[in-house]
């Protein structure tokens, strides 16, 4: 009975590395899509959300065997709990993904304004992203509250985009439309940051029993 659950249990965590990869691609090539004027990445954002979306239900249906089979006790019922969270917060990050990518395609690319801010905003999110889906993996709630730090350096890119754009317009008031669609680009990875977070939380309940913090809607 134990290692029929064990198989379950890393199957599972198999499954939310994949279902992480394909928030980490998502993300990637909605904002390349966007610095590069690739229309092709950002079609392939579309097709990868919807693809998050299939791996949620996926992951979701393991949890519900998990529970109603093999029915976990104690510190195992909570890695099955986090991981129905955490699936939550990842379907988020690639609804979020597919947002940038549309509003990606009504921007002219010379009119890009923050692009290196947003860039690293990207490459930081994407991180977070990562290492908070191995750090539940690894149970290693160090990583996980490392993970929580490092959403200030996304926010700190996010006042760096802002202040980017408002003098971009304080220059030009032309470019007034480019600057919104860019904010809320930013915006959407300032979140993406956020729900990282959650899970990053949600790790370090799981293995101490303690959550610190509440999710993002």
């Given at each position: 009975m134990r290692t029929k659950l064990d198989q379950m249990l890393d199957t599972m965590n198999m499954e939310l590395i994949r279902m992480g990869a394909?928030?980490?691609?998502a993300i990637s090539c909605a904002v390349h899509g966007m610095l590069c004027g690739q229309?092709?990445?950002?079609?392939?954002?579309f097709s990868i959300e919807r693809a998050i979306d299939e791996k949620e239900r996926e992951i979701e249906s393991l949890c519900m065997k998990l529970l109603l089979r093999q029915q976990p006790v104690a510190k195992d019922l909570r890695v099955v709990s986090v991981a129905l969270k955490m699936i939550r917060d990842?379907?988020?990050?690639?609804d979020q993904a597919a947002d940038i990518a549309e509003i990606s395609r009504h921007i002219e690319n010379d009119n890009v304004f923050g692009r290196v801010h947003v860039k690293e905003m990207a490459e930081a999110a994407i991180k977070m992203v990562t290492?908070?889906?191995n750090s539940f993996v690894a149970r290693d709630v160090a990583a996980a509250r490392k993970v929580v730090a490092d959403d200030?350096?996304?926010d700190g890119l996010f006042l760096e985009v802002r202040r980017e754009l408002v003098a971009a317009l304080a220059e030009n008031s032309v470019v007034g439309e480019s600057?919104?669609?860019?904010?809320?680009i930013a915006k959407y990875l300032e979140r993406i940051g956020d729900h990282a977070t959650n899970i990053a939380e949600w790790v370090e309940y799981s293995v101490t029993g303690v959550h610190v913090g509440e999710s993002v809607e």
């Amino acid at each position: 009975m134990r290692t029929k659950l064990d198989q379950m249990l890393d199957t599972m965590n198999m499954e939310l590395i994949r279902m992480g990869a394909m928030c980490q691609e998502a993300i990637s090539c909605a904002v390349h899509g966007m610095l590069c004027g690739q229309e092709e990445l950002t079609e392939k954002t579309f097709s990868i959300e919807r693809a998050i979306d299939e791996k949620e239900r996926e992951i979701e249906s393991l949890c519900m065997k998990l529970l109603l089979r093999q029915q976990p006790v104690a510190k195992d019922l909570r890695v099955v709990s986090v991981a129905l969270k955490m699936i939550r917060d990842m379907e988020r990050i690639g609804d979020q993904a597919a947002d940038i990518a549309e509003i990606s395609r009504h921007i002219e690319n010379d009119n890009v304004f923050g692009r290196v801010h947003v860039k690293e905003m990207a490459e930081a999110a994407i991180k977070m992203v990562t290492d908070s889906i191995n750090s539940f993996v690894a149970r290693d709630v160090a990583a996980a509250r490392k993970v929580v730090a490092d959403d200030d350096t996304v926010d700190g890119l996010f006042l760096e985009v802002r202040r980017e754009l408002v003098a971009a317009l304080a220059e030009n008031s032309v470019v007034g439309e480019s600057c919104i669609d860019i904010l809320m680009i930013a915006k959407y990875l300032e979140r993406i940051g956020d729900h990282a977070t959650n899970i990053a939380e949600w790790v370090e309940y799981s293995v101490t029993g303690v959550h610190v913090g509440e999710s993002v809607e």
